[in-house]
């Protein structure tokens, strides 16, 4: 019979494997929504057009 | 003692509390050091510098945008904030052709604080008469009386009524920092010092980021080849110009054309001089009615109110624009050799100090 993991069970079990490399993953991930955030704005952005 | 179950439990949460800190550290980190270096004006000198090189080598428009993401967001919330208008300078307003034909990113510092570029894009003359009334009020502008020389950098596109939902009003809008009040005013929002600083300085970092971005796409243009400027096309200009000016464009011109007069009087009365400077045009323009009806018109004005006018309207060739309105680097260059000579004038009247000399 085949064990059938979740995505959920498959990051849990690789935590706990690589602990370091977990956290340096999630120190990315972080890293990249705040300059995802950062970068939203109101602006309109494409203002200029060329005519 | 403790069971050995329990001491586990207080170690991972002991774990999972450095982990989530850790985490917010990262958050904190990344906000506070992409602050920083978009603070930092040495940074800011080498990108615009690095940008102007791309625009120049792939024919594009080069925006002094500073560390933001536009002209005007930079002017309001870093130049206008910075600036002192006690001694008196040099100050230009106008619409996008003006804020993109004369910069001032790499003037000395001694020169930068006497020379202002406030041109707003897609505005109008009312939009301008608000603007100059609000730095009067709020910021202390025109305070120096004739040691401020304010030139007003005109052309027919001015001469649009502009929506209440045009460029001016989103921009004011834009991080909750300004508003209108109901009598058509600019004021700021109410709102703590911290909460405005913040505001601004995501403004800030964003536009670092969204520079990045620009620099990186030019960066791929330069070392592709790719040249995207098409070659003028004078009668889809005109179209173009056609639908902005609009069916009404007499009666909103001659309306706008007051709000010049009404801008004028109103430097007039601070004391300042005024001077109004048509701005170079493609020959592409001459075909369409507005150019030479908005001109006669300001011509007008300006004799009736003794206010100088500089034509500048012919000065530049056709090869000098990137598109229908606005200049190229070397169009940007050969703008600013032909208005410094009169700035410097003015300059060295009123400030009796050395000035250091610059690349024209």
Request: aromatic content about 10%; charged content about 20%; glycine content about 8%.
């Amino acid at each position: 019979m085949t064990k059938t993991f979740t995505i959920s069970q498959r990051l849990d079990q690789f935590g706990r494997q690589h602990p370091y490399l977990m956290a340096l993953a999630n120190g990315i991930l972080m890293l990249f929504v705040t300059l995802v955030l950062l970068t939203t704005t109101e602006a309109p952005v494409v203002l200029y057009q060329a005519f | 003692m403790g069971s050995p179950d329990a001491s586990r439990g207080f170690t991972a949460q002991r774990n999972q509390a450095i982990c989530s800190l850790g985490l917010l550290a990262v958050l904190v980190g990344t906000c506070l050091v992409t602050d920083q270096l978009a603070r930092n004006r040495g940074l800011e000198l080498s990108l615009m510098a690095k940008s102007r090189d791309f625009a120049d080598k792939t024919g594009t428009l080069f925006s002094q945008t500073g560390n933001f993401i536009d002209f005007e967001e930079r002017v309001l919330l870093d130049e206008l904030p910075r600036a002192d208008y006690s001694r008196g300078g040099v100050y230009f307003f106008g619409t996008s052709n003006m804020k993109w034909a004369f910069q001032t990113w790499d003037f000395p510092a001694e020169l930068k604080r006497l020379i202002g570029n406030y041109g707003i894009g897609a505005s109008s003359h009312t939009t301008q008469l608000r603007l100059i009334r609000f730095l009067a009020e709020q910021r202390g502008f025109l305070t120096a009386g004739e040691r401020d020389l304010v030139i007003l950098g005109v052309s027919f596109h001015l001469a649009r009524k502009e929506p209440s939902t045009g460029f001016f009003a989103s921009l004011l809008h834009r991080h909750g920092l300004y508003t209108m009040t109901s009598d058509n005013r600019t004021a700021p929002v109410p709102m703590s010092a911290i909460e405005r600083w913040l505001r601004i300085e995501k403004a800030r970092s964003g536009g670092f980021l969204w520079n990045f971005g620009r620099l990186a796409k030019g960066w791929a243009a330069t070392l592709g080849g790719w040249h995207r400027t098409p070659p003028h096309d004078g009668a889809k200009y005109r179209q173009a110009w056609r639908e902005f000016m609009g069916p009404d464009w007499q009666h909103n011109m001659d309306a706008e054309v007051e709000r010049l007069r009404q801008t004028i009087a109103l430097l007039g009365a601070h004391h300042a001089k005024v001077k109004v400077m048509l701005l170079p045009q493609g020959t592409w323009m001459d075909a369409l009615p507005f150019k030479a009806r908005y001109e006669s018109q300001v011509r007008t004005v300006c004799q009736e109110t003794a206010t100088p006018l500089i034509d500048l309207s012919r000065a530049l060739p056709d090869e000098d624009f990137v598109d229908s309105n606005h200049l190229t680097v070397k169009g940007q260059e050969a703008f600013r050799g032909l208005i410094m000579g009169g700035i410097m004038e003015h300059l060295q009247n009123v400030e009796k100090v050395y000035l250091p000399p610059v690349q024209r």
